[in-house]
């Protein structure tokens, strides 16, 4: 018989057992749910509801029980519904009707509510480490290569020459602004819900609080309907999950187009690509691939759970049990992706002669030289016209800007004398853009410093190791 079954005078049919039934997936659950379950049970205990010695023989029961589950010898039968039926049950074999008194106080709604909160908490926390990770990588390389120089890109076409660790820093700071979400996300999802029982409280004289605080939430829930009907907090987290998982798509793009034989920028790792099955001479980027393709997973998770949401009266309906597979693909997704991605970008080895050859065989400069002439007077737009002139008399030729003469300067405009070349340097053009955030290498070491600054303030101001030196 269903612990829940007193009113019903059939069975449940099978069919609708194993449709109804969510313990294949929330099992995972079960420490979160014993954790919140031995809070409650103290609490009760302290509030006068339970006895101690009933509290004390419910809570090492409980414990039992988690140490059967990590030892895998509990089993997970469909009948048994969902995790928290199935440990409520096991307690009651394990200790006879005592252990019925734990559901004192309480309903699924807000106990599941409380599980989901723990786990969102849990799974933040992880994604902050592994984010923190991942940027100190970027640092790393960021330093590494400092003297790398290579063209930045605009509609993927060649646009103005750009430090290479510039380009990596610009990831840095996208998932500076990720893991700034994150950490709003981890303050909405530190709110605590049990007591708010199915919908509207509970007649029996809790304190709330006490569990808040053994459990390490920072609040609770002001309204007991909100507390049961809120999913707000896994929205929130799949959308930050989403997001990082767009800016690591991003970068996976750069990656695969900077490893084809056509750009040649970087080599990836033989420890993070693969081959083909027909072609000897292969070498696949596929985990930024797979990355990429990853992210089509996590933004459909976010489609989902706010698509089930949409329509839902107050206050908890079954419905809401769709969040937990949206959930846990999520964060499997976006935990082993930030995991293999941090190892993967550590092993990377750009080609600077290639990438400096991009450059210098290329009309990125052509700016620069624009600027010169406005140095000299000229309105802005009449400057682009001219080098615009110039540069197209550069293709139908066949050479470069640097290749022309000063003849050719003066019949363009009177004021390009010949030292305007030395503006068309890629190291010139680099090094000339020393504004607050620019790509001069002078600016770019002051970026590292602030990620640096950023990086050891995270961990309460301790200084951080790691494999790179942070010695700028």
């Not at 440990?87 to 009651?92: A, H, M, S």
Request: proline fraction near 2%; aromatic fraction near 6%; charge should be negative.
């Amino acid at each position: 018989m269903k612990l829940w079954g007193g009113r019903f005078e059939k069975d449940t049919d099978k069919l609708v057992e194993a449709f109804t039934a969510s313990i294949p997936f929330d099992k995972r659950l079960a420490v979160q749910d014993i954790s919140g379950s031995i809070a409650h049970c103290g609490m009760l205990a302290k509030c006068g509801i339970i006895t101690e010695e009933e509290s004390v023989s419910i809570i090492e029961g409980l414990k039992e029980i988690l140490v059967e589950i990590r030892e895998g010898t509990l089993e997970f039968p469909i009948e048994s519904e969902d995790i928290h039926m199935r440990i409520e049950k096991r307690l009651i074999e394990k200790i006879g009707i005592l252990g019925g008194k734990l559901h004192t106080a309480r309903s699924r709604n807000d106990q599941v509510a409380l599980d989901m909160h723990m786990f969102v908490k849990q799974q933040i926390q992880e994604a902050l480490g592994l984010l923190r990770n991942l940027q100190l990588t970027i640092v790393g390389l960021s330093e590494k290569y400092l003297d790398v120089l290579m063209p930045g890109y605009t509609h993927l076409q060649r646009a103005q020459p750009v430090l290479f660790s510039h380009h990596l820093l610009a990831y840095f700071w996208m998932l500076q602004r990720d893991v700034q979400r994150l950490n709003e996300a981890l303050n909405r999802a530190d709110n605590m819900p049990l007591g708010a029982g199915a919908l509207a409280g509970t007649t029996f004289p809790i304190d709330r609080t006490m569990v808040a605080d053994e459990l390490g939430f920072g609040a609770i829930y002001a309204n007991s309907m909100d507390a049961v009907s809120d999913r707000d907090f896994v929205v929130e987290y799949i959308f930050c999950a989403s997001l990082i998982m767009i800016h690591l798509s991003r970068l996976s793009e750069d990656l695969i187009l900077w490893n084809t034989s056509e750009f040649g920028f970087i080599e990836l790792d033989d420890a993070y690509t693969t081959g083909s099955s027909i072609m000897p001479q292969k070498k696949n980027p596929d985990i930024a691939e797979l990355v990429r393709g990853k992210s089509a997973r996590t933004i459909g998770n976010l489609v989902g759970i706010l698509t089930m949401l949409k329509g839902l009266p107050m206050t908890y309906n079954r419905d809401m049990q769709e969040d937990k597979e949206l959930l846990f693909d999520t964060t499997d997704t976006l935990i082993a992706s930030l995991e293999v991605y941090s190892a993967m970008l550590e092993t990377i080895k750009p080609n600077r002669e290639r990438m400096r050859k991009a450059v210098e065989g290329d009309m990125c400069t052509a700016t620069d030289l624009a600027d010169y002439l406005v140095r000299k007077g000229m309105p802005f737009r009449d400057a682009h016209a001219v080098v615009g002139s110039l540069v197209q008399k550069c293709l139908n030729e066949g050479k470069s800007l640097l290749q022309l003469t000063e003849k050719e300067l003066k019949e363009a405009s009177l004021l390009l004398d010949i030292d305007c070349l030395k503006v068309l340097s890629a190291d010139e053009c680099i090094a000339s853009r020393k504004i607050e955030g620019g790509t001069a290498a002078s600016k770019v070491l002051e970026q590292l410093k602030k990620a640096k600054d950023i990086l050891n303030n995270r961990i309460g101001g301790m200084k951080i190791e790691s494999t790179n030196s942070f010695d700028t």
